[in-house]
Nanobody
């Protein structure tokens, strides 16, 4: 069972920052591959960033490169998403997810499906 709790969302103006947190159960964090995904109303869910918790390898969607940073705290079984330079198009529900059974290469955004287990956290960016 995937156990994830997302937090940190909110409403900000364009150009602002937020830091999302994803607290995972020990079993879920042992997957070694965690990611952030988002879904805006009327749109498909899209990948934002992933991190291989073993060595810290990361992968980012082109739309967030240079603005978002994914990080992990292995001692706390927690993954973070620091979002700077937020834009209205970043408005979405953000979800954390995990994937088992792969290497850092398999942890990339386009390397297979992730499993979800949280309620998500809403991010709203106004112009």
């Amino acid at each position: 069972q995937v156990r994830l709790v997302e937090s940190g969302g909110g409403s900000v103006q364009a150009g602002g920052s937020l830091r999302l947190s994803c607290a995972a159960s020990r079993a879920t964090y042992s997957s070694n591959c965690m990611g952030w995904f988002r879904q805006a109303p009327g749109k498909e869910r899209e990948g934002v960033a992933t991190i291989y918790t073993g060595d810290g390898s990361t992968d980012y969607a082109d739309s967030v490169k240079g603005r978002f940073t994914i990080a992990r705290d292995n001692a706390k079984n927690t993954v973070y998403l620091q979002m700077n330079g937020l834009k209205p198009e970043d408005t979405a529900m953000y979800y954390c997810a995990a994937k088992w059974g792969g290497s850092s290469w398999n942890c990339g955004l386009d390397r297979g499906p992730f499993l979800y287990g949280g309620q998500g956290t809403q991010v709203t960016v106004s112009a």
